[in-house]
């Protein structure tokens, strides 16, 4: 059984994911903490569990979701795995950043390409990789059949979709992502966003708000 630890990084609340099992490996999911104290809240777990951290993956490559990987490769000399279709994004993430108000130094790139033609296997576990462009060119969802749950990074939210104004932005393109990938999921998958509460599958379905059920639009 997967075990999932979330903590809400950086200004923009930021959800990563440490991921664990039996086994004692783990994997972490966009890893976004900035500050020292966030980035020693990470260790602090990773150590108190008794954890190995063996990989780590991104959802996309806006900046807020990467902003912990640099201290990955320092501390633990890990790189991460992302779909490279987004690596627009990590090129100038600092002077992006700094429109935020927010200094950083630039991102490391991705060491390793991930695509939906990939299975993420830790430990006794495994996760298999949904392509749901629409937020983002290389946004990936990643799904646990067994534990039934999926990470969306920001294709869905609890009553909410992700923002479709940043570069390589669509609607339609992201509706269909979720109706025809994430909506094709059962009913009582987890879904962990990258941002904000958990929500389920059926709940979205029946009340979100931002999307018209039984048609793509």
């Known amino acids: 059984m997967i075990n999932i630890q979330s903590f809400a990084f950086n200004p923009f609340q930021t959800n990563t994911y440490i991921l664990s099992d039996e086994s004692k490996s783990a994997i972490v999911i966009d890893p976004s903490f900035a500050l020292p104290h966030e980035q020693k809240q990470f260790d602090d777990y990773i150590a108190d569990h008794d954890l190995k951290l063996v990989a780590a993956y991104n959802t996309h490559l ?9 201290h990955l490769k320092t501390k633990y000399n890990l790189g991460y795995s992302a779909n490279y279709k987004g690596l627009q994004f990590i090129k100038g993430a600092a002077r992006q950043a700094a429109i935020y108000g927010l200094q950083i130094p630039e991102i490391e790139v ?12 830790f430990g006794e576990s495994k996760l298999r990789i949904l392509s749901t462009p629409g937020h983002a060119d290389g946004s990936l969802c ?6 039934h749950f999926v990470i969306t990074g920001d294709v869905l939210f609890r009553e ?14 992201l ?7 994430l909506f094709t999921l059962d009913g009582s998958y987890i879904v962990y966003p990258g941002h904000g509460p958990r929500t389920t599958i059926a709940e979205e379905i029946s009340g979100n708000p931002f999307l018209k059920f039984g048609e793509i639009h």
């Open 62 to 70: 806006h900046f807020d979701h990467c902003l912990g990987v640099n």
């Open 110 to 121: 991705p060491s390793n390409e991930l695509t939906d033609k990939d299975l993420i296997i």
């Open 142 to 147: 990643f799904v646990s059949d067994s534990d």
């Open 160 to 173: 909410s979709i992700g923002r479709t104004d940043l570069p390589t932005g669509d609607l339609d393109i």
């Open 175 to 181: 509706l269909e992502s979720i109706h025809t990938k």
